[in-house]
């Protein structure tokens, strides 16, 4: 379903980034990372471009913001998988941020987001 597409995953717990980089590969994606960190993030998205992106709300070194806005800049869809919620800064800027509540099943989590790459979002 994602013939190949470069898909980021930045999730700070080492089994769920395992299991999502499972699905994104089960669903004929590429994965970029997955890495723990907003820092590393930034990285990737500076050495390359990705076609979508899981993000957790809170990574090791703060919330994902940076890396969103980041995402929003390029016109790059994704869906923020998390136990906590949408930080504040982000909920303000845009309302349509797709959130998935942990624990879902990784599958779901790369459906859902294979949703908002067509429609573009």
Known sequence: MLGGLPILIVE???LIALDLAAAV???DGRVIG???TVAEALSLLEQGVVAAAVLD???ADRDVTPIALRLIEQVVPFV???GTGLPAELAAIDSDILVI???SRAASVI???IG???QGR
Request: aromatic share 4%.
């Open 101 to 103: 509540q942990k624990p």
């Open 116 to 118: 908002r790459i067509g």
């Open 25 to 27: 590969e089960e669903f």
């Open 12 to 14: 700070d717990e080492a």
């Open 80 to 82: 923020i998988h998390t």
């Open 111 to 113: 459906t859902r987001l």
């Open 34 to 36: 997955p890495v723990a």
């Open 57 to 59: 709300a809170n990574l």
